[in-house]
């Protein structure tokens, strides 16, 4: 038996290994796929552009009438925001530029951001696993696609990705250290703040690239000045390094702490005095940080901190010379498994999606929503604590823990591996950040819905209005009227459920989510997916059967009271596209959403007036869709059916709930197993 067993472990071994090598295989060319489905898209869209509509920073330098061929100064229109020695390379490029204006800036560009993306993920702290090395550049290219740095600098023509590159080149890619730092003196001489890397080199030993580096950049600065002295004067000491230059430096564009101070409401003096002062402070503290993680032997995160400080005390940074801090996701940060995933994810939402997606338009937010770009480059600056490669979870992070393994429901259907019962508390700013990116997602699905109903599809929306009040009559539940107008001729009544309709809508939800993260963690998560099953199949049913509600029925005589009097005279009366889709009333989210609350509540709660509680809140929101004229009553249904819906693709998919007694065995071993492993 003993020499069976030692003879079977070699026989399967390497049939475990084929089987991993295969996955990876199919991961890598999965994810070389995205990447290129992302560069072809973003190359069409630049493209099918008509001219004058794209390339327009690009066509203010080497158009026709651009900067680069008018006589005089460069920077007498304010237009051109490059460096002398900038200007001084692209002129002789105008003619080129003109005649193929598109096709080679846009290739050119693409070329630039895939070896960005290659050097990037051959820069990661060795050693690297197998796994990380085969996919970690199709990941850094297809981030680099989806970034609004890089997005902005395809569709205006920008050159912010060249200097970023060329430090990465300078630190990682060239041989000898005066090769290397005559790289990123160019960088400096096109983007003067990369300068701040002189200091970064000087004090991680490697000084003959930091002497190379300020010699190549006086080099530069020398050569335009004498080719363009009025220029050179005018970019230097007039517009002290290029401030002033563009737009407003209040712009929301200018992400730089000069313009987050701006829009705080500082002016004159006491903010210029005020930006030295705290820029000093960020250089200073932003520099000693790299030195230390560049001796940790994290030299790309060394980069993307230096780069982070250089955004910061920039008078101006624009959107396309923010890549530096889309390289600081490469840092750790969290002790726990599930505290690892926030950074990254934080950086990659701040720098792919618009501001306005990831904090709520509520006014006491908007500093922090004006500003999150810098803010996240100067946490990466100063703030955020990346463990050191000497931590012992810097390879090991505390292992979330799991229920025991549930088995599948159907033979054919898989559990799914992401949908794993861990019984852990989630990290917090994680779970925020997941809940608003969802909820503005689900609003632009929902809202995108609203397209056909404006462009002739009205009709198609109260035709099915018409067809759920047939079907109502048919069951002799059609008493949407009759409750309306009932409810109109009582002020009180009226009130209560105009007041319940828009404010317990969200708030019971969140409260209930809250609570359970709190006070129940695994009941959280399984609340969490079937909540999120329930929203995704109503989007189908917003997207697939557009439903006019009793209330924006002409005919029907409803009387909206939470949103006054319809205008039925104008083509598009009631939507409100600004807002939200007006035509999404089939499932009823405001039911299905309270219906998920009574359900969990009763399902998790103890005491039963608790549990009584959570069910009498569906009834009211059942009364409250049908007085004030939004939902039919088999909208309700319709909800209804989603919730069940979302609470049995959840059973399948993840198993029954999980519950938060002691983890299993299994877990046990493996936790015992990662803590002895960061003890060793």
């Given at each position: 038996?003993?020499?069976?067993?030692?003879?079977?472990?070699?026989?399967g071994?390497?049939?475990?290994?084929?089987?991993?090598a295969?996955?990876?295989?199919?991961?890598?060319?999965?994810?070389?796929?995205i990447a290129?489905?992302?560069?072809?898209?973003?190359?069409?869209?630049?493209?099918?552009?008509?001219?004058?509509?794209?390339?327009?920073?690009?066509?203010?330098?080497?158009g026709?009438?651009?900067?680069?061929?008018?006589?005089?100064?460069?920077?007498?229109?304010?237009?051109?925001?490059?460096?002398?020695?900038?200007?001084?390379?692209?002129?002789?490029?105008?003619?080129?530029?003109e005649?193929?204006l598109?096709?080679?800036?846009?290739?050119?560009?693409?070329?630039?951001?895939?070896?960005?993306?290659?050097?990037?993920?051959?820069?990661?702290?060795?050693?690297?696993?197998?796994?990380?090395?085969?996919?970690?550049?199709?990941?850094?290219?297809s981030?680099?696609?989806?970034?609004?740095?890089?997005?902005?600098?395809?569709?205006l023509?920008?050159?912010?990705?060249?200097?970023v590159?060329?430090?990465?080149?300078?630190?990682?890619?060239?041989?000898?250290?005066?090769?290397?730092?005559?790289?990123?003196?160019?960088?400096?001489?096109?983007?003067?703040?990369?300068?701040l890397?002189?200091?970064?080199?000087?004090f991680?030993?490697?000084?003959?690239?930091a002497?190379?580096?300020?010699?190549?950049?006086?080099?530069?600065?020398?050569?335009?000045?004498?080719?363009?002295?009025?220029?050179?004067?005018?970019?230097?000491?007039?517009?002290?390094?290029?401030?002033?230059?563009?737009?407003?430096?209040?712009?929301?564009?200018?992400?730089?702490?000069?313009?987050?101070?701006?829009?705080?409401?500082?002016?004159?003096?006491?903010?210029?005095?005020?930006?030295?002062?705290?820029?000093?402070?960020?250089?200073?503290l932003?520099?000693?940080?790299?030195?230390?993680?560049?001796?940790?032997?994290?030299?790309?995160?060394?980069?993307?901190?230096?780069?982070?400080?250089?955004?910061?005390?920039?008078?101006?940074t624009?959107?396309h010379?923010?890549?530096?801090?889309?390289?600081?996701?490469v840092?750790?940060?969290?002790?726990?498994?599930?505290d690892r995933?926030?950074?990254p994810?934080?950086?990659?939402?701040?720098?792919?999606?618009?501001?306005?997606?990831?904090?709520?338009?509520?006014?006491f937010?908007?500093?922090?929503r004006?500003?999150?770009v810098?803010?996240?480059?100067?946490?990466?600056?100063?703030?955020?604590?990346?463990?050191?490669?000497?931590?012992?979870?810097?390879?090991?992070?505390?292992?979330?823990?799991?229920?025991?393994?549930?088995?599948?429901?159907?033979?054919?259907?898989?559990?799914?591996?992401?949908?794993?019962?861990?019984?852990?508390?989630?990290?917090?700013?994680?779970?925020?950040?997941?809940?608003?990116?969802?909820y503005?997602?689900?609003?632009?699905?929902?809202?995108?819905?609203?397209?056909?109903?404006?462009?002739?599809?009205?009709?198609?929306a109260?035709?099915?209005?018409?067809?759920?009040?047939?079907?109502?009559?048919?069951?002799?539940?059609?008493?949407?009227?009759?409750?309306?107008?009932?409810?109109?001729?009582?002020?009180?009544?009226?009130?209560?459920?105009?007041?319940?309709?828009?404010?317990?809508?969200?708030?019971?939800p969140?409260?209930?989510?809250?609570?359970?993260?709190?006070?129940?963690p695994?009941?959280?998560?399984w609340?969490?997916?079937?909540?999120?099953?329930?929203?995704?199949?109503?989007?189908?049913?917003?997207?697939?059967?557009?439903?006019?509600?009793?209330?924006?029925?002409?005919?029907?005589?409803?009387?909206?009271?939470?949103?006054?009097?319809?205008?039925?005279?104008?083509?598009?009366?009631g939507?409100?596209?600004?807002?939200?889709?007006?035509?999404?009333?089939?499932?009823?989210?405001?039911?299905?959403?309270?219906?998920?609350?009574?359900?969990?509540?009763?399902?998790?709660?103890?005491?039963?007036?608790?549990?009584?509680?959570?069910?009498?809140?569906?009834?009211?929101?059942?009364?409250?869709?049908?007085?004030?004229?939004?939902?039919?009553?088999?909208d309700?249904?319709?909800?209804?059916?989603?919730?069940?819906?979302?609470?049995?693709?959840?059973?399948?998919?993840?198993?029954?709930?999980?519950?938060?007694?002691a983890?299993?065995?299994?877990?046990?071993?493996?936790?015992?197993?990662?803590?002895?492993?960061?003890?060793?």
């Amino acid at each position: 038996m003993a020499n069976a067993e030692r003879t079977g472990r070699p026989t399967g071994a390497p049939g475990a290994a084929g089987a991993t090598a295969a996955r990876l295989r199919a991961a890598r060319v999965g994810l070389w796929l995205i990447a290129t489905l992302l560069a072809v898209r973003q190359l069409a869209v630049v493209l099918a552009t008509p001219r004058g509509e794209r390339l327009t920073d690009l066509e203010t330098w080497v158009g026709p009438d651009g900067v680069l061929h008018v006589e005089g100064s460069l920077y007498d229109s304010t237009r051109f925001t490059g460096t002398p020695f900038g200007g001084l390379v692209l002129k002789p490029l105008t003619r080129s530029a003109e005649q193929a204006l598109g096709w080679g800036w846009t290739f050119g560009t693409l070329l630039l951001v895939v070896a960005l993306g290659l050097v990037a993920a051959r820069a990661l702290p060795q050693p690297v696993s197998r796994r990380t090395a085969l996919l970690a550049a199709p990941v850094a290219i297809s981030l680099l696609m989806l970034s609004l740095p890089v997005r902005n600098a395809f569709w205006l023509g920008q050159t912010g990705i060249l200097p970023v590159l060329l430090v990465l080149l300078g630190c990682f890619a060239v041989r000898g250290e005066r090769a290397g730092g005559a790289l990123v003196g160019l960088a400096a001489a096109l983007q003067p703040t990369v300068l701040l890397f002189a200091p970064l080199l000087w004090f991680t030993g490697r000084r003959h690239a930091a002497v190379s580096l300020g010699t190549a950049f006086a080099a530069c600065t020398a050569l335009a000045w004498a080719a363009m002295p009025h220029d050179t004067y005018t970019y230097w000491v007039h517009h002290l390094a290029g401030t002033g230059l563009g737009g407003p430096a209040d712009d929301l564009a200018n992400q730089s702490l000069h313009g987050a101070l701006l829009r705080l409401g500082f002016s004159g003096p006491p903010e210029i005095g005020l930006f030295l002062t705290l820029g000093a402070g960020v250089a200073v503290l932003g520099v000693r940080r790299a030195v230390r993680y560049a001796r940790d032997g994290q030299l790309l995160l060394a980069v993307a901190v230096t780069g982070c400080a250089a955004v910061v005390i920039s008078p101006t940074t624009w959107q396309h010379q923010l890549l530096w801090v889309l390289l600081a996701v490469v840092g750790r940060v969290g002790k726990r498994a599930s505290d690892r995933p926030v950074w990254p994810v934080a950086v990659i939402l701040v720098m792919t999606l618009p501001a306005k997606w990831l904090l709520p338009d509520m006014g006491f937010l908007h500093p922090l929503r004006d500003n999150a770009v810098v803010l996240a480059a100067l946490l990466a600056a100063v703030a955020v604590p990346f463990l050191p490669r000497t931590s012992p979870y810097y390879d090991s992070p505390v292992p979330a823990r799991y229920a025991a393994p549930a088995r599948a429901r159907l033979r054919y259907v898989p559990l799914l591996p992401f949908l794993r019962r861990v019984t852990a508390r989630p990290n917090l700013l994680l779970e925020l950040l997941l809940l608003r990116v969802t909820y503005a997602a689900y609003s632009q699905v929902r809202l995108a819905a609203t397209g056909g109903t404006i462009s002739g599809g009205r009709e198609r929306a109260e035709r099915h209005g018409e067809q759920i009040l047939s079907v109502e009559r048919v069951l002799r539940i059609d008493i949407e009227h009759a409750v309306n107008h009932a409810v109109v001729e009582v002020d009180r009544l009226r009130g209560f459920f105009d007041f319940y309709h828009t404010s317990f809508h969200f708030a019971v939800p969140l409260t209930v989510l809250g609570v359970l993260y709190w006070r129940r963690p695994a009941d959280y998560r399984w609340a969490r997916s079937t909540l999120g099953l329930t929203t995704l199949l109503a989007l189908v049913g917003f997207w697939a059967y557009p439903l006019a509600p009793p209330r924006l029925m002409p005919d029907l005589g409803i009387i909206d009271t939470v949103h006054g009097v319809q205008d039925f005279s104008r083509p598009d009366y009631g939507t409100l596209t600004s807002l939200t889709n007006q035509y999404a009333a089939m499932p009823s989210l405001h039911f299905g959403w309270s219906l998920w609350c009574g359900l969990v509540i009763a399902v998790v709660a103890r005491l039963w007036w608790v549990r009584v509680l959570g069910l009498l809140h569906p009834l009211f929101t059942a009364m409250a869709i049908v007085a004030t004229g939004n939902h039919w009553v088999l909208d309700a249904v319709g909800g209804a059916a989603a919730v069940l819906a979302g609470f049995g693709l959840a059973h399948v998919f993840q198993g029954p709930r999980a519950t938060a007694a002691a983890h299993p065995d299994g877990a046990a071993a493996h936790h015992r197993a990662g803590t002895a492993a960061r003890r060793s």
